[in-house]
Each structure stands twice: as structure tokens, then as C-alpha cells.
């Protein structure tokens, strides 16, 4: 009876902060927001604030609920916690496993760039001298006043790779010598830095760990398809991993690498309706191989210079995971990068059932993990910790552990399990054998309807405009119809040129890219030139 | 006919190989070497020099001939290439499975450590200070001169890791609030600077690549478990995965890890005699645990202080899997550790023989990914490249694939390959369907006989010393009696004191561990002081 009583309290809490998700949909797709305020203002919520209320704010403390990572004392740099890590370590797997399949290996290279390498690519110099570390001395010695100071001064400073086509460069040069010698299809996994004084957990951090491609081709046609086909891993990645639509597309002039001929993006639309680049691609033409004698013996026998492309995704994939999927309960994984997929909660009331709960939970553990999800077995664990019963579950919840288990002295008599799925508000009990017998199945279908969500989100919140001005008002804030909901992806008709960038700077808006098209525009008008143009952008604020 | 004379060609060019191989375990048997020596380097090896020629050039030419590192225009720092990059991955794996079954999880903490916390711990600090990379500066600015210079100076200069007791030590004083949150066990896989001028890769090198483990516990017995359990670790990945038998023990007073209070390492013997110290594992105390404040409510009520350990095992392993086992013709894998297990070669005389071949090939290949080995399948690949049969041949025996196979018209007629295992001599003609059945069975054997071979020379080269007089002589070079052999491992009772640390500076020799045994030593006498002790060490030339 106690159970009862506490499960069904569990239950209604669940129930009010489902609500208060129901109701962040419903008022996504309603003008009529202002009534329900204070409604949904009632509700209770795992994160505090809402979405609604602050999503900057919201964000920071999901990612401190779910435990992700922290601000170190070093400025501008990030802990990631085990929990944050394991979603990276998932990520790096199934990215590692597709970079293999596509004919890359993994190398590393040093950590320090001289600075005359950096030097030698004037645009990229110009995009990363700004935010640096660099280093100047080879050790600290006693100073006058006691403390230690920097001694050994370097006869050429050394930066702290922000990136790694100068020194990769310098090997390929070195390793290319003829045709027979290419593609050359390198990945490297490390940690880069770009100082950075405003962090953002995961978003934006002096240093972060990426992967780093680089390649070197024969013929520009095969560099421009690696570029193609990079993007395309990046963004199968995303929407058949991360449960993320994105928009593949080309970025404009002035949204490019340092040193790219093209640079491509994946776009993602987050719950804000701002867009998060997440994964670029970049031709890198013969830019860097002129800079830095990347040369090969032709089949003619002639002398060519090869041609060179770059590509990269961070662990601020993580920041975009949180942001597409979280609700106002805490994190929200898919299930194919959780890193673990089932927590059993022992339920146990009084002191003779422990024995019991804790056989009938260890031997539905040792069943669950025989289960093989996404070609592994599903990662299951107990949580016999000695936290209270709605402690324990509000812990996963705001931790995002996609099926949570509890089982206690009655379920064992009808040998079933009462089971919470993190994407849908109600928990249920059922059989033990046909839970474990569809849980494939269950987290097939959470991972395909967090993507659905996702998709749809980014469907509404997406507009076709034909004039500056309706499209200026879609991205100004306090519109009168309106007054919280406005931006999203804007699409229309564009010129990349100076002109259009000025007109977007004042609405914090800028070209997220231009989306691949099967056929060709037909010819229309730029709506910020008015000049004629077959090319179509999208458009939208970002982080 | 054709392809026969090539194979018998290509034969002995591998028994003369060979012959080389053998003739050097005899020499490390025999004392009349130097009879031999003439008949020895008769013999055309893949290597140049050999082992018994040079052993330190043969080492970076074993390394080289497999393609597995080299040298960056960053002083001190190496570029790990994909078949070395390869090896340390399979390390990771196996490591990284080991550490979470220990219960350990892994994070990821800044790359950059303040000034002020690396002076926290005074002896950790004096034992680091000598050689860390020392940013200063956060951008480059246009210099007067045209170039760019370091500009931003930073308030306080950060040292680029080259250990992170300091920066998790802190961390660890914010998570740890009371022996609930004990014990804390963290592992993480990253890179770490020492400034070094004299590389030598893999072994020593300015940036590497480890693993750090970092543990806190409620109670000093708990801590000295972890600080043991994960030495036994780090010998069971060496003797297991690595085929490289280790001595277990604790280092003396002189060689302890700055601020630990002590510190057990593994010890392995090379095939110059040497010791590679291969994985360290520190108790630390609660040294740093008050020099940070890591303290927590313990179950009185009252405060305590934490102890901690940390463990870290390098790239280093690398340098000691490759002395441990290559031979005058390049390198040889322990199969459990190797990128690849099978290579196979196509031979093909004729244009028209190509299709036929290649499809025998592509369905053997086939065939082989099927098998399970160690958990996973079979590593399998075509080398279809335009080299030379010989030439082919020897440039996977210098890189040292486990297993060779080669198929041509004769083999498929006769439905048969002819195989070669690297750690064997002769290459022989092999039914394939008994080929493919007995892989699993050939790749254990080779794994164990390359670690029972690296057993013996340890066994054989171990000696036990009564006398320093002995013990000199066995250390001293250009003795009467055996001028090329002298040194290995030497067992004796001594008393660590700087006494002995003085005598053996001359000879260049080191305490390498204080072996662990199951029971007391009956007393003896210090060979270095004559004072009586029960303490039994093992002392050699080290890397």
C-alpha cells in the first residue's frame, strides 16, 4: 500500500512536469501563448528555469542537472564529467567506425605549431592569430620574489594547434612524392584551442576536442567529392545517431574557413529556433599545398600540386545533442548515443525484501544486458543507492537515461516491471518477458520520434519570404501578433555580396548556408539587392 | 614455373633471413660468439644494422622500415603514423574495456594548468618545473619588424600538462563532499608535455600520449588496494595483450613519482638487456589531498582528508612492444595488439590470371572476416598493390603482419594458399579450408610462443649476485670472457639508502623495483653497504 501511495505521487509529479512539455508544444504551434501562461506556469519541472522562461539559463542547468561537465579554473576551459564523456565516447565510436568504412586512418600529430607554419597561409594566419595560446618558455625557474617564472625562452614561439592544416601539411608534403602516393586519407582525434574569454558549456570553450580530417587528392574532382562525402557522413551522423535533421548546404563567402576555396555545413535548428553549424567540410583548393610545397609526380611526369581538403566535428556536438532534444524535466538522449540505455531501481520498502528485489533486479540486469541494441548489448545497470524513491527517478530523469526499470515486491508476484520511458510522461507497468522481449523495439521507436520532433520543429519554425520586411519582422523580437515566438529559418532568394551581409547585421541574422538542390532554381529576386539571382539561402540567427 | 623459381627466390631470401634470426638466439646463448660473427652478418636481414650491430640504430630503423612514427619539425615532438597510431589504439581498447570493468570512469579536465597549482605540492612542482612548456601569451599581433609576436600577456602563465594531479586534484575538492562520494575513480586518456631535447620515438618524446588514472578514497588500506589492483592491471595488459612478461614491484625512495609516497611499477627487459619501466601506479597519500583540500564528512561526522592514487601508462608502450619482440627483419605484433592479422597477396603472372585470382582472394578474404579472434573478427586485407612479389612480401614481413598469405593459380588449382607466420621462418603451402579452421589456434600459438620467447631471454639474463664485485662485472662492458654480452636483470639484497644510490652511479645502473614476494626474505647482507636487510631488488641499465 505504501508502494502504491508513493508510486502513484511519483506519478502525478511526472504527470504535472509532462504536462508543462505538452503544454511547450501546444504553445509552439498556438498564438494564443499568453493565456495559457499562467497555467503552464504552475506546472512543476525538473529544470528550473523553463525553455520558455530563460533557454539560455535552461541550458546551463541541464547540462548541471544531468551532471555533463563544469567550468574549470582555467579560463575559457571545461571539465567534462563521465557522464558527458560517455555521450563523446559514443559519438567518437560510430564517427570513428564511419571514417574507417570511408578509407580513412587514424594518425597524430603535435600538439605545437611553429609560428612561422601558421605564417605561411596568410588568410588562415589572419583567422587564428587573434585567439592563441601561445607558448614561449621551456620551463619555470626561482623568480626574485620567491615564485617561480617562465625561464628558457623558445627561439620561435609555438602555438597551441587551433587547428592542424599547417603542421599536417608539412608531413603530406613530406610523404607525397608521386600519384601512386594519393588520396592520402588521414583523421586525426585531439584536443585544439582557440582562446575564448565567453564560455558556453560544450558550445564554446578555449579548448575542445574534435576530430580533425585531412586529405590530399590527385585531381580537384576528387578533392570536391571527399568534401561532398564528408559532409554526408557528418550528417548521417546527425540525423541517424544525434536524431538531429540538418540542412546540408555550401556556406557563403564570408562564412568560410580561413584558407577554404568552399567550405560545407550542417545546420541544426535548436529549441530556441537559432541555428547550430555542426560539422564543416572544407575544399581547401591548392591553398595550402602552394603554401607549403604539398607536390607529387603527375602521370605525365609532369609536377603537380595535390589538392587538399579538411573536415571537422567537436564536442560541442554535445551542446547541440542537449539542446535538440532536452525538455523542461532535464537531458533527453536518443537512445543510440546514450550511454546507458536502462536503469533498474530496486524498489524495496522494508528491510526482509531486499534479498528478493535485489535477485529478481540483478537476474533482469543479467537478461537485459543478453539484448543486443545497435549491435551491442544494451548497457543496463542497477541503482541501489540509498536515495529516496522520487529522488532516484527525478536523478534519471534530469540525466536522460532513456528506459527507466523499477521492480519491487508486487512486481515480482506478477513477474512484471513498471517501466518510464524519458520521451513519454506516463510509466506503466508490463510483463517482464515482453519488456525485455520489444526493448529494441522501444528504443528504436524513441530514437526515431525524438528525431520526429525535432523534424517537425524545424518544419513550422521554417519560412519561405519574398521581401526584406517580412523577413526582417520574422527575426524581430516583440512583434505585436506575436510577442514571444519569432525567428526560425528563413529561406529566399539571395546575392552573396557585401551589400546583403550589411543588411543582415543588424538583425543578428546570418547566412546559414545554401542548401544543396537536385535542380536549379528558377531565376528570382534577392530580396535584400533586388538583384536577379538563381541562388536560394537560408537564413537565421546562431550560436 | 615462373611463379615458382619467383617463390623459391623469395624463400630464401627469408631462411637466409631467418638464419640470421637464429644464428642471433644462439649468440645470446653461447658464449663463442665471436667465431660466429663473420657467418652471422653473411646473412641478409630486413634491418640494417641488426640487433647485435647496433641496437639503438636498429630500433629507429624497425620503426621506420614499419612506417609506425617519425620525427615533426616541433622539436621533441613525433608524428604517430597509422600503423603506429594503429597499435596504440588496440592499447587504448583493451586498457580502456580494463579500467571500466575496474569500475573507473573516464572524463576529460583542461589541457592548461595555472602556475599557482603546480606550486601547490613542492616536491611535485621541483619534479616538473625543469621541462614544461609555459604559455604566456593568449595572440599574435603584427610585430615591428612585419612578423607576428606573442601579445595578450596572461596574468598568471599556464603550463601545458605534463601530469594532472594538480588541476583533478582540485576538481576533486569541489565533488567530494562526504564518504558518500567515495571512492572517486576517474581515468583519462589525453596528451602531456615534458620538454626533452633527446628524442627518441616513442620512448622519449616532449608530447605523448597516455592514460592517467586518478582515485580518491575514504581510507589509506582502500587507496594502497587501488594503487595495487591497478598495477596488476597494467601487468596483466603487458603479459596478456603485449606477450611482455613484467616484474611486478614497488620503485626505491630515489625513483618515486614526485609527491607520491610510493610507487610500483612494472618492469620489463628489452632485448639489449635493459629495463623499459612499462606503467607506474602511486599511492600518494594524502599529500595532495592536503595540498588541495580534498576533504569529506566522514562517517563520525569529523572531517578527513582523502587518499589518492594516480596510475599512467604511455605511448611508451609502443617503443617496448616493438624491443620486445622485432627481430633482425623488422617488426614482429603480438596478435592481440595488431592492426591487422592477415595479409593477403594475389599472385598474378599473367593479365589473364587476374579476374580468377583476385576472386579467390576477394572469397578468402571473405571467409577470413567470418572467424572470431579475441572477441572480434579477424583483421583482413588484399594487398592488390603494383609491388613486386619480394618486394611485397618484405615490406609486411618489416611491418610485421601477423600472418602472410599468398594465392595464385597454382594455389587455387590445388585449392590451397601458402602462408607464412612472422614469427616463424619458413612460409608453407596449406589447404584453405584448414588454413581458415586452424587461424584462431595459429594466432594463439604465436602469441604464446613470442611471450615465452621474450620469457627466456628474461630467464636466461636474470642472474643473482652476492658480491658487487660480481655484480660490477656483470654490469661492466668489454669483459674478457664474453666482450658483447654483459648486463639483464640482477637480483640482490640491499638497503635503499643513498649510500647504494652512490654506488651504482658509475656503472649506470638503477634500482629498477622492489619485487613483490609472497613471503619474507630470510635476512641477508647488502651487497652495495654489507648492512644486514631482508629487501631483495632488482636493479639494471633502464630506457
Same mark, same amino acid.
Given at each position: 500500500?505504501?508502494?502504491?501511495?508513493?508510486?502513484?505521487?511519483?506519478?502525478?509529479?511526472?504527470?504535472?512536469?509532462?504536462?508543462?512539455?505538452?503544454?511547450?508544444?501546444?504553445?509552439?504551434?498556438?498564438?494564443?501563448?499568453?493565456?495559457?501562461?499562467?497555467?503552464?506556469?504552475?506546472?512543476?519541472?525538473?529544470?528550473?528555469?523553463?525553455?520558455?522562461?530563460?533557454?539560455?539559463?535552461?541550458?546551463?542547468?541541464?547540462?548541471?542537472?544531468?551532471? *555533463?561537465?563544469?567550468?574549470?579554473?582555467?579560463?575559457?576551459?571545461?571539465?567534462?564529467?563521465?557522464? !558527458?564523456?560517455?555521450?563523446?565516447?559514443?559519438?567518437?565510436?560510430?564517427?570513428?567506425?564511419?571514417?574507417?568504412?570511408?578509407?580513412?586512418?587514424?594518425?597524430?600529430?603535435?600538439?605545437?605549431?611553429?609560428?612561422?607554419?601558421?605564417?605561411? =597561409?596568410?588568410?588562415?594566419?589572419?583567422?587564428?592569430?587573434?585567439?592563441?595560446?601561445?607558448?614561449?618558455?621551456?620551463?619555470?625557474?626561482?623568480?626574485?620574489?620567491?615564485?617561480?617564472?617562465?625561464?628558457?625562452?623558445?627561439? #620561435?614561439?609555438?602555438?597551441?594547434?587551433?587547428?592542424?592544416?599547417?603542421?599536417?601539411?608539412?608531413?603530406?608534403?613530406?610523404?607525397?612524392?608521386?600519384?601512386?602516393? *594519393?588520396?592520402?586519407?588521414?583523421?586525426?582525434?585531439?584536443?585544439?584551442?582557440?582562446?575564448?574569454?565567453?564560455?558556453?558549456?560544450?558550445?564554446?570553450?578555449?579548448?575542445? *576536442?574534435?576530430?580533425?580530417?585531412?586529405?590530399?587528392?590527385?585531381?580537384?574532382?576528387?578533392?570536391?567529392?571527399?568534401?561532398?562525402?564528408?559532409?554526408?557522413?557528418?550528417? +548521417?551522423?546527425?540525423?541517424?545517431?544525434?536524431?538531429?535533421?540538418?540542412?546540408?548546404?555550401?556556406?557563403?563567402?564570408?562564412?568560410?574557413?580561413?584558407?577554404?576555396?568552399?567550405?560545407?555545413?550542417? =545546420?541544426?535548428?535548436?529549441?530556441?529556433?537559432?541555428?547550430?553549424?555542426?560539422?564543416?567540410?572544407?575544399?581547401?583548393? +591548392?591553398?595550402?599545398?602552394?603554401?607549403?610545397?604539398?607536390?607529387?609526380?603527375?602521370?605525365?611526369?609532369?609536377?603537380?600540386?595535390?589538392?587538399?581538403?579538411?573536415?571537422?566535428?567537436?564536442?560541442?556536438?554535445?551542446?547541440?545533442?542537449?539542446?535538440?532534444?532536452?525538455?523542461? /524535466?532535464?537531458?533527453?538522449?536518443?537512445?543510440?548515443?546514450?550511454?546507458?540505455?536502462?536503469?533498474?531501481?530496486?524498489?524495496?520498502?522494508?528491510? #526482509? #525484501?531486499?534479498?528478493?528485489?535485489?535477485?529478481?533486479?540483478?537476474?533482469?540486469?543479467? =537478461?537485459?544486458?543478453?539484448?543486443?541494441?545497435?549491435?551491442?548489448?544494451?548497457?543496463?545497470?542497477?541503482? /541501489?543507492?540509498?536515495?529516496?524513491?522520487?529522488?532516484?527517478?527525478?536523478?534519471?530523469?534530469?540525466?536522460?537515461?532513456?528506459?527507466?526499470?523499477?521492480?519491487?515486491?508486487?512486481?515480482?508476484?506478477?513477474?512484471?516491471?513498471?517501466?518510464?520511458?524519458?520521451? +513519454?510522461?506516463?510509466?506503466?507497468?508490463?510483463?517482464?518477458?515482453?519488456?525485455?522481449?520489444?526493448?529494441?523495439?522501444?528504443?528504436?521507436?524513441?530514437?526515431?520520434? *525524438?528525431?520526429?520532433?525535432?523534424?517537425?520543429?524545424?518544419?513550422?519554425?521554417?519560412?519561405?519570404?519574398?521581401?526584406?520586411?517580412?523577413?526582417?519582422?520574422?527575426?524581430?523580437?516583440?512583434?505585436?501578433?506575436?510577442?514571444?515566438?519569432?525567428? !526560425?529559418?528563413?529561406?529566399?532568394?539571395?546575392?552573396?555580396?557585401?551589400?546583403?551581409?550589411?543588411?543582415?547585421?543588424?538583425?543578428?541574422?546570418?547566412?546559414?548556408?545554401?542548401?544543396?538542390?537536385?535542380?536549379?532554381?528558377?531565376?528570382?529576386?534577392?530580396?535584400?539587392?533586388?538583384?536577379?539571382?538563381?541562388?536560394?539561402?537560408?537564413?537565421?540567427?546562431?550560436?
Amino acid at each position: 500500500m505504501v508502494q502504491l501511495i508513493s508510486r502513484a505521487a511519483d506519478e502525478l509529479t511526472t504527470c504535472l512536469s509532462t504536462r508543462s512539455l505538452n503544454l511547450y508544444n501546444m504553445v509552439q504551434n498556438d498564438s494564443h501563448f499568453t493565456k495559457k501562461r499562467s497555467l503552464y506556469l504552475m506546472a512543476k519541472t525538473g529544470i528550473s528555469p523553463t525553455r520558455q522562461e530563460d533557454y539560455p539559463a535552461w541550458y546551463q542547468q541541464v547540462v548541471r542537472a544531468a551532471d *555533463l561537465a563544469e567550468n574549470s579554473p582555467v579560463r575559457g576551459c571545461m571539465v567534462i564529467k563521465p557522464w !558527458g564523456y560517455g555521450i563523446w565516447e559514443n559519438m567518437q565510436k560510430v564517427l570513428d567506425k564511419m571514417f574507417k568504412d570511408t578509407g580513412h586512418e587514424n594518425a597524430y600529430f603535435p600538439l605545437f605549431i611553429p609560428k612561422s607554419f601558421l605564417e605561411k =597561409e596568410a588568410e588562415h594566419v589572419e583567422g587564428f592569430a587573434k585567439e592563441c595560446a601561445v607558448v614561449t618558455h621551456h620551463r619555470l625557474e626561482p623568480g626574485p620574489d620567491g615564485g617561480l617564472v617562465p625561464a628558457g625562452e623558445l627561439e #620561435e614561439p609555438l602555438i597551441v594547434r587551433p587547428t592542424s592544416e599547417t603542421i599536417i601539411g608539412h608531413m603530406f608534403a613530406k610523404w607525397i612524392g608521386s600519384y601512386r602516393d *594519393l588520396p592520402l586519407k588521414i583523421n586525426q582525434w585531439c584536443n585544439v584551442v582557440r582562446w575564448e574569454m565567453r564560455v558556453r558549456l560544450f558550445l564554446r570553450t578555449a579548448e575542445f *576536442l574534435w576530430q580533425e580530417g585531412h586529405t590530399a587528392h590527385e585531381t580537384k574532382e576528387e578533392a570536391l567529392e571527399e568534401t561532398r562525402t564528408m559532409l554526408d557522413v557528418y550528417a +548521417q551522423f546527425a540525423e541517424e545517431y544525434m536524431a538531429m535533421p540538418v540542412v546540408r548546404g555550401e556556406k557563403t563567402e564570408s562564412e568560410r574557413f580561413p584558407g577554404a576555396d568552399m567550405t560545407l555545413s550542417i =545546420e541544426a535548428m535548436m529549441q530556441d529556433r537559432k541555428a547550430l553549424q555542426s560539422g564543416t567540410s572544407h575544399f581547401l583548393g +591548392q591553398n595550402f599545398s602552394k603554401a607549403q610545397e604539398i607536390k607529387f609526380q603527375n602521370k605525365d611526369g609532369g609536377e603537380s600540386f595535390a589538392w587538399t581538403t579538411s573536415w571537422g566535428l567537436s564536442t560541442r556536438m554535445v551542446g547541440a545533442l542537449i539542446m535538440t532534444h532536452s525538455d523542461d /524535466d532535464g537531458l533527453v538522449l536518443p537512445p543510440r548515443l546514450a550511454p546507458k540505455h536502462v536503469v533498474i531501481c530496486p524498489v524495496i520498502r522494508k528491510d #526482509e #525484501e531486499r534479498v528478493t528485489v535485489m535477485e529478481y533486479c540483478e537476474s533482469l540486469k543479467a =537478461e537485459i544486458a543478453e539484448v543486443i541494441y545497435d549491435g551491442k548489448p544494451v548497457e543496463v545497470f542497477i541503482d /541501489d543507492s540509498d536515495k529516496r524513491g522520487g529522488e532516484k527517478k527525478w536523478y534519471h530523469i534530469k540525466r536522460g537515461v532513456p528506459i527507466r526499470v523499477e521492480a519491487g515486491p508486487r512486481d515480482i508476484q506478477s513477474n512484471s516491471v513498471f517501466v518510464g520511458r524519458r520521451d +513519454q510522461p506516463k510509466s506503466t507497468g508490463i510483463d517482464r518477458s515482453e519488456f525485455v522481449a520489444t526493448l529494441v523495439e522501444t528504443l528504436d521507436d524513441m530514437q526515431k520520434s *525524438l528525431y520526429e520532433r525535432a523534424l517537425k520543429l524545424r518544419t513550422d519554425n521554417t519560412h519561405s519570404f519574398e521581401s526584406f520586411e517580412d523577413f526582417s519582422a520574422f527575426f524581430t523580437p516583440k512583434n505585436a501578433k506575436n510577442p514571444e515566438l519569432h525567428g !526560425g529559418f528563413a529561406e529566399c532568394y539571395f546575392v552573396d555580396c557585401p551589400e546583403t551581409d550589411e543588411m543582415l547585421k543588424p538583425l543578428k541574422v546570418t547566412p546559414r548556408c545554401i542548401p544543396f538542390s537536385e535542380t536549379e532554381h528558377p531565376e528570382g529576386t534577392c530580396i535584400f539587392t533586388g538583384k536577379p539571382t538563381r541562388v536560394r539561402g537560408v537564413f537565421s540567427k546562431s550560436y
